[in-house]
């Protein structure tokens, strides 16, 4: 059995092959304040990882459960930061979905992993929630697929991109209330996998949940199909 010792130098070991590898991929400067990084230092300076308004722990993310708590039950959540419509956590959105940077999507998706995610955790694949193809068009990527690639990663828990096709370009659900969210998303989504979900844990993952509409969408559809939606993950929660 693996003691804990073990697991957390196991972990600080896979960080520092992480860390490695990103000081040779990336560029040097900090991707929230183009500042220079440090020595020890990736994507992210450690004056503007500071102020990111991060969760302490898985802990502390799976509290807010209740508030997802509606059709579906989910067993946890993991989210990297508390999401407010001001300041660096908004920053760090917005450069990750409107300005390129998915490999923050993917760097962030790495830190949950080996931060948040206990060994063996309970689901064996993990989904994002995909775009409409107009809009994967325009933007060129989904963030949430960095962001899941990122948790594959430092996880070792497959993913795919391909499982979930969303089949309705529905409105933005930003300024609707939570009902109105909902009826917004009903119908969106279609599994197009269902061989590669049938009695799977899975784990579902997009960049931002508030009211866990998209999400519970996401999830209703793959349970229909036969899988189990165990968990979701974010790389921010909206907080009430
Ligand atoms: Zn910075």
Redesign the pocket.
Known sequence: MLTSKYILFNQYFKTFMIKDLFSLMYPHT?A????GLARGEYM??T??DFRLPKFRNCDESNSFLPLLSGAHLYSFLYAFIKYYKKGIGQKLLQKIKYDNKPDLAFFIGNRLGLEFIPPNPGFEMILPVPLHKKKLKKRGYNQADFFAKGISDSTGIKWSPDVICRIKNNPSQTNKSRMERIKNVEGIFNVEKIDLIISKKILVVDDVITTGATLLACSEVLEEAGAHVVGVASIALAKG
């Not at 929230?32 to 500042?35: H, K, P, R």
């Open positions: 900090c929230l304040c183009n500042a992210i300076c004056r503007c």
